[in-house]
């Protein structure tokens, strides 16, 4: 059964520190892994997929990396700002394209 | 484009009561649909996906039940509901091997 952790559950920062936030996977077997943000009370919002064939994804101040490998993905937040205040999850889709397995969260506050 | 909607944002029902949320999907076909719970505080559970119509598992024993009448409908269902079942329930769909997307969420309180 594959499990997915997030290493921390909860972090905060200074604004304008860059932020490394860990998912660990314990089946390789995982085809694709994706990034989400959730405001409190929100729905989630997704903000790098990182499918099969790629290592990483990129976009502005985020930055995405896969190794299946070792079992884990990390995102990287350049410069972090007050509104980057979220938690964060990771996502697995295995690879019967059926299940999508959710890490455990980390809980971001990022103080002006 | 691709939409998602799920309604109602919030519910308030007395415990005992039946239930029934409604996701709907557009701009695509045949996609796999999920439906999550997300308890104060806590984690997202996966209760039930569905890679085709009338096709439904299960992933944990409950109080609820889903059904997928037709292709891009995922309803969720219970008969008589629980204090417990109090939560945030969130609609995903996805298809083979690409992006998952996410409804708004529905904010269940059972009392």
């Known amino acids: 059964k594959q499990e997915v952790t997030q290493i921390p559950a909860a972090l905060s920062v200074p604004e304008g520190e860059n932020l490394v936030l860990n998912c660990s996977f314990t089946d390789s077997a995982i085809y694709n892994l994706q990034w989400f943000r959730q405001d409190p009370g929100k729905g989630l919002t997704s903000l790098l997929l990182i499918q099969s064939s790629q290592r990483e994804q990129t976009s502005g101040r985020l930055n995405a990396s896969l190794d299946k490998s070792s079992g884990r993905s990390t995102l990287y937040i350049a410069a972090s700002q007050p509104g980057d205040s979220a938690t964060y999850l990771c996502v697995g889709m295995n690879t019967g394209f059926q299940k999508l397995v959710f890490g455990t969260g980390t809980r971001l506050l990022v103080s002006p | 484009s691709q939409t998602i909607h799920q309604w109602p944002a919030t519910l308030v029902q007395p415990v005992g009561s039946p239930l029934s949320l409604e996701c709907t999907v557009e701009?695509?076909?045949?996609?796999?649909l999920y439906w999550y719970r997300q308890a104060a505080g806590r984690g997202l559970q996966l209760l039930f996906y569905s890679v085709g119509i009338g096709q439904i598992s299960s992933e944990v024993p409950q109080n609820l039940s889903a059904s997928r009448p037709q292709d891009r409908q995922f309803i969720l269902s219970s008969k008589k509901l629980l204090l417990s079942d109090s939560g945030f329930y969130l609609c995903a769909w996805s298809t083979a091997g690409a992006e998952a997307f996410f409804g708004q969420g529905t904010r269940l309180t059972v009392v």
């Open positions: 701009g695509t076909s045949n996609p796999n």
